[in-house]
C-alpha cells in the first residue's frame, strides 16, 4: 500500500468536550452544560514582522508580533449564570422560584477562565487550560419553530503571568496550556 502515512490510532479522536468557566485566577468549575452539534472551535492566529535581507530579497528571519486565541461554543441551556458568563458582565439573582439576569451600561470586562476536557475514544483525557479569558462575541438568539435555542460563546485568551493556582508562568506559557492525562 502506497502513501499511507505513521499513525498512532489512541492519538485520533472526536467530538467536543466538557466546558468549564470561572473566575480568573481560580480553576473553572461551572459546567456550561450541553453544547450544540457545532461542538467548540479553538483558534490560535500569529502575525509576524519578516526580516529580508540580498537582492533578489529572501527571508532571514521573523519574529512574532501578535498572538491571539479565541474560543467559540455554542451552547443548548437556558442558564442565566452561564449568560452573564458568555457576555462578561451583568448581573444575576437566583431564588427558589426564580432567576434573574439583568445586562447594560458597565464598561467593564470581567476576566474569566476557561477549562475544556475531552475524553478520547483511547481512555485518555485531553484538558485545555486557558488561563484568562474575556468575552468577545455578541448574543444572537434566534426562536423559531422546530429549531433549538443556541447561545454562542466567545472568548479571547489574555495574558496572565500566573496559573490558577497562583504559580508563575515563563513568558512563553502565558496563554493556555494543554494536558494529556494518560489512562
Excluded at 13 to 38: C, H, K, M, N, W
Excluded at 84 to 99: E, F, K, P, W, Y
Excluded at 157 to 179: E, H, K, P, Y
Aim: hydrophobic share 40%.
Amino acid at each position: 500500500m502506497s502513501n499511507v502515512p505513521a499513525y498512532i490510532t489512541n492519538n485520533i479522536s472526536l467530538g467536543p468536550g466538557i466546558v468549564f468557566l470561572g473566575l480568573a485566577g481560580t480553576t473553572p468549575t461551572q459546567d456550561i452544560g450541553a453544547i450544540s452539534e457545532d461542538g467548540l472551535e479553538i483558534n490560535l492566529t500569529q502575525e509576524f514582522l519578516e526580516v529580508f535581507q540580498g537582492t533578489p530579497k529572501q527571508l532571514a528571519k521573523t519574529f512574532k508580533t501578535s498572538e491571539n486565541m479565541e474560543i467559540k461554543i455554542t451552547g443548548l441551556e437556558w442558564d442565566l449564570i452561564d449568560l452573564a458568563l458568555s457576555l462578561g458582565a451583568g448581573v444575576t439573582t437566583s431564588t427558589a422560584t426564580q432567576d434573574t439576569f439583568s445586562f447594560g451600561g458597565d464598561p467593564d470586562n470581567d476576566a474569566l477562565a476557561i477549562r475544556i476536557q475531552h475524553s478520547m475514544p483511547s481512555g485518555h483525557t485531553m484538558n485545555i487550560y486557558v488561563w484568562r479569558v474575556e468575552a468577545s462575541g455578541e448574543w444572537n438568539l434566534t426562536m423559531a419553530q422546530d429549531t433549538l435555542h443556541t447561545f454562542p460563546y466567545s472568548f479571547r485568551a489574555v495574558i496572565s503571568t500566573t496559573s490558577w493556582d497562583g504559580a508563575a508562568l515563563a513568558v512563553n506559557q502565558q496563554l493556555f496550556r494543554i494536558v494529556r492525562q494518560k489512562g
